[in-house]
């Protein structure tokens, strides 16, 4: 127990020590002399008379995980740390890497501290407050595959878009900036960013490989690959871009299919995966002392292990079975 107070402790601290490095950044970076003076002069820069008072903080796509630099070298030694800022910035979320991290810990440590107060078992609470700290992730992962979904159904109009724009005799360029002006977000975001880059010197080609990069779709890569290939070619790009349109259009259609006839597959999976959570957590509410005899006994603890190990393989395996590509 007095190592189980400690380390509380030591995560207590830690997650205040990141949540007022969070604080800071943020006031550093959206409300300070500095950020200010620095975003007129990019909205001086980058505006004209249709919308001189757009924001250009987003231009500032700095890699820092942390507005600290001690806090920043010690996130970059840790593995998979810039995949997880990739997954932030897809998830059009505007949390750094620590400020991430310390919603992880305070969530944990509340949860924890409210769950202490129930006659549960000490394990069970250890298990269910560390699931909490997953919480963020799991919100992440939501909002990003939410907006790359309506980032697909977005881009058989924005090819569209594009195409109208080309044939009524509109340069490359100038239809980018009209769908910036035109189109909802979040696909006008992402191309006012390519727009932005482009108008700072950034050529065609590396600014549509970074929207790639930034937008991990596979109907997107194919649209700047037919771009590039177009450009170093020739043809009517107008025309092309219409085909793919038509395309992506026919390829989601399918996938909507799809997704309808393999409805009753995946609610039962979802019934499935959550029957043995949602009992285990009615009988710590009602008899904590029967899952207690499974923690004491070492046998009990085994069997235990054994079912989580089978319950996340059957995860795994409905998610397989469920999870059809188009």
């Known amino acids: 127990m007095d190592l189980l107070y400690y380390g509380c402790i030591l995560l207590l601290f830690i997650a205040i020590a990141l949540a007022s490095e969070a604080l800071w950044g943020w006031w550093f970076s959206k409300l300070s002399t500095k950020a200010k003076r620095l975003n007129k002069r990019l909205r001086q820069v980058t505006s004209n008379s249709n919308d001189s008072d757009r924001d250009t ?46 919603m992880g810990m305070i969530i944990s440590f509340v949860s924890f501290l409210c769950l202490e107060m129930l006659p549960l078992p000490i394990g069970m609470v250890m298990a269910v407050s560390i699931s909490a700290s997953l919480s963020p992730w799991v919100y992440v992962i939501h909002k990003r595959a939410r907006r790359l979904l309506l980032l697909e159904e977005q881009l058989p109009e924005m090819a569209d878009f594009i195409s109208r724009s080309l044939r009524a005799g509109h340069a490359f360029s100038v239809s980018l900036q009209m769908l910036v002006e035109e189109m909802p977000q979040p696909i006008a975001s992402e191309f006012r960013i390519v727009s932005d880059e482009i108008s700072f010197g ?71 995966c959550l029957l043995s959570p949602i009992v285990a957590g009615v009988f710590c509410l009602t008899n904590p002392d029967y899952l207690q005899q499974f923690i004491d006994d070492p046998a009990g603890v085994t069997l235990l292990w054994s079912v989580g190990a089978m319950l996340v393989l059957g995860i795994w395996v409905m998610r397989f079975i469920v999870r059809i590509r188009v």
Request: net charge positive; proline share 3%; with cysteine.
């Open 57 to 102: 903080s987003d231009l500032l796509k700095s890699r820092r995980l942390a507005q600290s630099d001690r806090v920043d070298a010690l996130l970059q030694r840790l593995p998979g740390i810039y995949r997880l800022h990739a997954y932030l910035m897809q998830a059009g979320l505007s949390w750094s890497v620590s400020q991430f991290l310390a």
């Open 202 to 272: 950034l050529p065609l080609s590396e600014a549509l490989q970074r929207l790639c990069m930034r937008v991990p779709l596979p109907d997107l890569h194919y649209m700047v690959v037919a771009i590039l290939i177009q450009r170093e070619t020739g043809g009517n790009l107008a025309e092309l871009m219409t085909k793919v349109s038509q395309l992506v259009r026919q390829r989601l259609k399918l996938q909507g299919d799809v997704r309808v006839l393999s409805a009753e597959g995946r609610m039962s999976a979802w019934i499935l």
